[in-house]
């Protein structure tokens, strides 16, 4: 509307000079006013053209509204003759971050247990061009349409999400779940409003006593590991030494079952054939009376 305005100003401008020129009565200003005019009027001609075209940029969507009436089908990318009187709202249908710029929103939330909480969150999204007339209709600009459709979502669903989870659920290294349940409660807010793409959890901080709590247990957790560690290693070495002793006593059954007085006397006789000469040796009797006899020569 303010180029409109502005081009009609200048067309009555160049009205008003071509009109006034003629009555200084110099010699040649009627002349000089005449072009000043058109060249004044041609100009707020050109806005008032230029102000009917509108180039929608890849990216985005137009709402075109007039007096208080919006037009219920967007602006698709490229060129466009609109009504000149029309003002046109540009919006981004493009994957944005919010917060802005990479930063994160900071967040206060309950667990189950209503033990408080702090996150750091931070969430992917996109306007749906189709709805986009409605949203301003309803909401106004697109930076209107973050602070409140995209802020309150985020805060409500995060909270709602929280609420069900417990504290060590929170703190569970694999946050890829909880932020998986953050996407579906930010989404059941926002509605078809907006699309929500990710979430993003960048760090959870509980208060002090809490924290010292979980760090208490997992500190214990890993103690009661270690402790399982060490007893499985210890029942190792006792199956391995009961193993090794069950082989043992099998190896001397064996061995005390073939040890027949025929089996010993083979033994003894095939070893005085390796003495070297001149050898004692032990030669039993049936009396038992044990005889000591030297090997000869030969």
Request: overall charge negative; glycine content about 10%; proline content about 5%.
């Amino acid at each position: 509307m303010a180029p409109i305005i502005l081009a009609i100003v200048v067309i009555l401008v160049g009205a008003a000079i071509r009109a006034v020129g003629p009555s200084t009565g110099k010699p040649g200003s009627e002349g000089a006013a005449k072009v000043a005019g058109y060249a004044f009027m041609l100009a707020g001609i050109g806005l008032i053209f230029s102000n009917t075209v509108t180039v929608i940029s890849v990216g985005e969507v137009g709402v075109k509204h007039f007096l208080g009436t919006v037009d219920p089908t967007p602006l698709e990318q490229g060129v466009h003759i609109v009504n000149p009187l029309a003002a046109i709202e540009k919006m981004s249908i493009r994957e944005q971050g919010f917060p802005e710029g990479g930063g994160v929103e900071v967040i206060e939330a309950q667990t189950s247990e209503q033990l408080n909480v702090s996150l750091e969150v931070a969430i992917l999204f996109r306007i749906d061009g189709t709805v986009a007339p409605d949203l301003y209709s309803r909401l106004g600009s697109e930076r209107t349409i973050k602070n409140s459709i995209v802020l309150n979502a985020m805060r409500n669903g995060v909270r709602d999400a929280v609420a069900t989870k417990s504290i060590n659920e929170i703190f569970s290294p694999d946050r890829r779940e909880i932020a998986t349940d953050m996407h579906e409660a930010i989404q059941a807010k926002a509605g078809d409003r907006i699309e929500v793409v990710d979430v993003f959890v960048r760090d959870v901080q509980a208060p002090p006593r809490v924290r010292e709590a979980i760090e208490a247990k997992l500190e214990r957790e890993q103690q009661v590991e270690q402790e399982r560690f060490q007893t499985e290693i210890i029942q190792e070495r006792a199956l391995q030494a009961i193993e090794e002793a069950r082989g043992l006593a099998e190896a001397q059954k064996i061995i005390s079952q073939g040890l027949t007085p025929e089996y010993l006397t083979f033994k003894y006789i095939e070893q005085l054939s390796t003495l070297p000469a001149g050898s004692v040796v032990y030669v039993p009797t049936e009396g038992g009376v044990p005889l000591m006899r030297s090997l000869g020569g030969g």
